[in-house]
């Protein structure tokens, strides 16, 4: 839903997402876009989800949908981590947090989440 707008302070506090164009987009309205981008709406708020339920996000600063097949994020400023646009969110989040916790604090990169990991995993 498209709750309020705000200013460029105010934007530093909120997730800038990219790739996603909106149709008639109205404040109080929900976000509509068009059929072809279905899938990369329903992929960014399946990741949302995931990141809210996890509370990870404020940890992420910015999202692309540009693709038509993956999804990305910028994590903690200096982590690009990339999805299927349809992936279980919910476990790949969890195998990024397996990920962050053995890098050190100030080691940045790219994450490839896009397939299944070479490890066996309980998730």
Do not use: H, W
Not at 10 to 17: K, L
Not at 23 to 49: M, R, T, Y
Not at 62 to 79: D, K, N, V
């Amino acid at each position: 839903k498209i709750m309020e707008q705000v200013d460029e302070s105010q934007s530093q506090m909120a997730i800038a997402v990219s790739g996603l164009e909106l149709v008639e987009p109205e404040l109080g309205d929900q976000i509509q876009v068009a059929v072809e981008n279905q899938p990369k709406l329903q992929g960014l708020l399946n990741l949302l989800g995931a990141l809210r339920d996890k509370d990870m996000l404020e940890k992420v600063s910015q999202i692309s949908c540009a693709s038509r097949t993956e999804i990305s994020m910028l994590y903690e400023g200096r982590l690009n981590v990339k999805f299927l646009i349809n992936a279980d969110f919910e476990r790949k989040i969890r195998i990024l947090e397996d990920v962050v916790a053995v890098l050190g604090d100030g080691e940045g990169g790219t994450i490839n989440l896009k397939s299944e990991p070479v490890y066996k995993s309980a998730y």
